[in-house]
């Protein structure tokens, strides 16, 4: 082979052939390129490429034969199967049953295509040694046998590693996918959420028709669930830290009988076997509440005909220092082979357009998580039991609702609100302006600094996303012109965990916000002893 190998890219779309043939140069390849089957078999016969990259969906004929005619022909040459589209098992399958030596989900990041390419060359140049070593078998067979033995051991081991990797690949581009995909949706979601929030709650606050202020509040309620599919992914993905406390698992699944009740709708009996005086679990209520909801809502699509839906709380008979949250139905159960895959993330026995195949894994997701266990009880016609083991905490539960409750007022303090959304920050100079708060905004970093060189505010409200400089820069830029400035973050950002880290000790409030959970987290912070918090860049 020589210092540059030559790479045959074959894709009938211009626009990955062109990204893949550019990774590929900048990892020091040659690259040629085809169009489709017919120009790639001509192309593999003149110019002889080490590897073919090769996509699977072309105009004439799939990559699945040209891959084929390929090996039938010119075995010596190496074939990467490619596809954003053909990803299932099956798909995978079909393309190495018909001679390619891997298969890699598209779009690739540049350096997993280089790495990619470079194992084959590994793989290519292994199997270039043993042609070698095979062409003087015939007057070397007594003295060689050891080493050909010795040497197909070890092919069978480049073999069955490889495709262990290949399946690792698979479910962590899977789990991947996820995380990129709600984490870069979280935060304009949670802004969106904000605005509609608070704006609803000031409608609420202010009407005089008290049907108005019931509409209004039962349209909270839908955005707060909106949120909590949100958490619902970020938590699965992992994206997301979640927020344990001690959680009254029979308070939680009263609260839920309503909504539940609706869900469901009337063909579903509810029942509730709850034991009384059961220790508190260590969980996020919130995750808690959507892995119940999920649970239920696959029990009532199992169960067509109707029937009836039991949840039970009890103390774990095996472990004193665990209590198990049950969900049962009397529905059509499962078998052994889904059973197996019930937790894979996009598994789904639904019809297209009934489910995503996330709900079971963002139940095992979460539970892990906080260190529980999940386990499915279950036999086709007879129905399913799963069963959540959760930890007991050591703090007793408390009784509370976010966003209730008096609104505390201002004292003619001075606050700086900086954020980049022009609607979350009108709710927030609203709520704090009507609170009697002396306030200002900005609209991003460097209006703020620019307002901070000749006023100095009691409190900034500052957003942590932003474009151009974000919150962390900000605050410490702010902190030059006092370093004793109060500083509230507000963010809609997911990875919750990285957040925390970046903002050090600095006060925090997370997107959606009602408005008096944003007016309690101001007073708050005014109220704390002025001290120089620590923010990382």
């Known amino acids: 082979m020589s210092d540059r190998p030559l790479i045959l890219n074959v894709d009938d779309q211009d626009v990955p052939r062109y990204v893949k043939t550019r990774d590929l140069k900048e990892s020091g390849f040659t690259v040629i390129e085809a169009r489709n089957g017919a120009e790639a078999l001509r192309l593999v016969e003149s110019e002889k490429p080490v590897i073919v990259l090769l996509d699977v969906q ?109 399946q690792a690949l698979v479910q962590s581009q899977k789990m991947e996918a996820v995380g990129h995909l709600t984490g870069g949706l979280a935060h304009d979601f949670n802004n969106l959420l904000t605005a509609v929030v608070g704006n609803l709650d000031l409608i609420r606050m202010r009407a005089t028709d008290p049907r108005i202020a019931r509409h209004a509040e039962h349209a909270v309620k839908a955005a707060e669930r909106g949120s909590k599919l949100t958490a619902q992914l970020l938590a699965f993905s992992r994206t997301q830290k979640l927020a344990t406390t001690a959680v009254n698992l029979n308070n939680l699944i009263e609260g839920m009988y309503e909504l539940l009740n609706q869900t469901l709708g009337a063909e579903i009996t509810i029942a509730r076997e709850l034991t009384p005086d ?125 966003g209730e409750g008096q609104v505390s007022s201002g004292n003619f303090e001075s606050v700086l609100v900086v ?47 932003m474009p151009g400089t974000n919150g962390a820069e900000v605050a410490a830029a702010a902190r030059r012109y006092n370093e004793h400035l109060r500083i509230l973050f507000v963010s809609g950002y997911s990875d919750t965990a990285a957040l925390e880290q970046a903002v050090g000790r600095a006060a925090l409030l997370h997107k959606p916000f009602r408005p008096a959970e944003f007016a309690a987290a101001v007073r708050s912070s005014l109220d704390t002893p002025r001290e120089p918090a620590t923010v990382q860049k």
């Open 419 to 465: 954020d980049d959304d022009p609607d979350v920050r009108q709710i927030m100079v609203g709520v704090l302006s009507d609170l009697g708060y002396q306030v200002e905004e900005a609209a991003d970093g460097r209006s703020a600094l620019r307002l901070l060189e000749n006023h100095q505010p009691d409190l900034m409200v500052l957003d942590f996303a």
């Open 58 to 166: 072309l105009p004439d004929i799939t990559g699945y034969q040209v891959c084929a005619f390929i090996k039938r022909k010119w075995p010596e040459v190496m074939v990467l199967l490619t596809s954003s589209t053909f990803t299932e098992s099956t798909d995978r399958t079909q393309g190495l049953d018909s001679g390619a030596d891997s298969f890699l989900v598209q779009p690739a990041e540049p350096l997993e295509l280089g790495a990619a390419v470079n194992a084959m060359l590994r793989i290519r140049k292994a199997e270039d040694n043993l042609r070698a070593l095979n062409a003087t078998l015939e007057q070397r067979v007594r003295d060689r046998v050891a080493d050909l033995e010795t040497a197909n051991l070890k092919l069978k081991s480049e073999i069955e590693q490889r495709q262990r990797a290949e």
């Open 278 to 402: 059961l220790p508190a679990a260590l969980a996020d209520a919130n995750q808690l509440e959507l892995a119940i909801l999920n649970l239920s809502i696959n029990a009532r699509d199992a169960m067509p005909e109707g029937g009836t839906l039991t949840i039970t709380t009890r103390p774990d008979p095996v472990d004193p220092a665990r209590v198990i949250v049950c969900v049962a139905d009397t529905g059509t159960g499962m078998s052994p082979e889904v059973v197996a895959r019930a937790f894979d993330p996009f598994f789904t026995t639904k019809p297209p357009g009934k489910g995503t195949g996330l709900g079971l894994s963002q139940v095992y997701g979460v539970v892990r998580q906080i260190g529980g266990d999940v386990m499915i009880d279950t036999a086709v016609g007879q129905g399913s039991r799963i069963s959540i083991s959760l930890p007991i905490a050591r703090a007793a539960a408390r009784h509370e609702q976010a």
